[in-house]
């Protein structure tokens, strides 16, 4: 059973290898990690990290250095 909505959390590198991110929802349609989102949630992140949740996480949490 795939959850409906996700929650997730891009992190990537830029062209100078500066970490950004994004956070966005979607839904998880497959066991293999595809999900559907907007596209403009992603656009800057094609090559990230993805890190999924099924609540959302507290805005407040660094992430990455």
Known sequence: HLPRLI???I???DKNDSKKGGVGT???I????Y???NYHVIENNLNGD???YTKPKS???KVGD
């Open 35 to 37: 999900i559907v989102t």
């Open 26 to 28: 979607g839904s998880l």
């Open 50 to 52: 993805i890190e999924i």
């Open 59 to 61: 805005p407040d949490k």
């Open 30 to 33: 497959s066991r293999d990690g």
């Open 7 to 9: 929650y997730f959390l």
């Open 11 to 13: 992190v990537s590198r």
